[in-house]
């Protein structure tokens, strides 16, 4: 059972180049989640999505754009990387109706603008 | 501004001993509180949670105090191992259902690291 997964895991951009973070789940679950992860910051929400065509922002949406063509995809694009962008990001998925609503995490995208 | 507001950022325990991890919210919309646990490299992982019709809920020996009226919840790891290393997270969101969904909010994280 794959769960979230995320590709690449680590990647290291150029300011002003621009790149797709993928993240894939495979259980069925409606909604789905866009986090950044700074040190001593917690994880910030960037775009989530409560199913297929439907996206909205987050707390901090500015530099980022995402699409939800499938229930199993949903892709973060950044335009014109900035050294600001530099954090680890995360892709998560849940159910409309979870045992516990929890949510399920991948293994992250640590990346780096310079 | 952070909504949901974490103490200590880190904490150092004997084997044996008890961590303890506060947290405060603000908005009294929230009606799920989940705890996360995350190793390095990892994402995180949920560990438990509760919901406000509870004062505590238990599992294993990891606690979750509730207080409604205070607005805040804790977390207790007994008997703490040198295996919960880890930083934990708290947070808070509405309850996923029908007409809602849970966007969560998060704490700063505490590192917590057991000594042997």
């Known amino acids: 059972n794959a769960g979230v997964t995320q590709t690449p895991k680590f990647r290291i951009l150029k300011i002003g180049q621009s790149m797709t973070l993928q993240c894939t789940q495979d259980?069925?679950?409606?909604?789905m989640y866009w986090y950044r992860q700074d040190p001593g910051m917690g994880l910030k929400l960037i775009y989530y999505?409560?199913?297929?065509?439907?996206?909205d922002k987050g707390e901090v949406p500015n530099g980022y754009n995402v699409s939800r063509s499938t229930t199993e995809d949903f892709p973060l694009r950044l335009e014109l990387a900035a050294p600001s962008q530099t954090s680890v990001y995360f892709c998560?998925?849940?159910?409309?109706?979870?045992?516990?609503?929890?949510?399920?995490f991948g293994q992250g995208t640590r990346l780096t603008v310079v | 501004q952070q909504q949901v507001k974490q103490s200590p950022q880190s904490l150092i325990v004997q084997k044996g001993g008890i961590s303890i991890i506060n947290c405060a919210y603000e908005?009294?919309?929230?009606?799920?509180f989940p705890w996360y646990q995350q190793f390095p490299g990892k994402g995180p992982a949920l560990l438990i949670a509760?919901?406000?019709?509870?004062s505590e809920k238990k599992e294993g020996r990891f606690t979750i105090s509730f207080n409604k009226s205070a607005k805040q919840f804790s977390l207790h790891i007994m008997d703490s191992q040198p295996g919960d290393s880890a930083t934990y997270f708290c947070a808070a969101s509405t309850f996923p259902s029908t007409d809602s969904w849970g966007k969560f909010q998060f704490g700063a994280g505490t590192q917590v690291v057991v000594t042997p």
């Open positions: 259980m069925n679950h409606n909604y």
């Open positions: 908005n009294t919309a929230f009606d799920y």
């Open positions: 999505s409560v199913g297929a065509g439907i996206t």
């Open positions: 998560a998925s849940s159910p409309s109706r979870g045992r516990d609503g929890e949510a399920f």
């Open positions: 509760i919901r406000p019709d509870v």
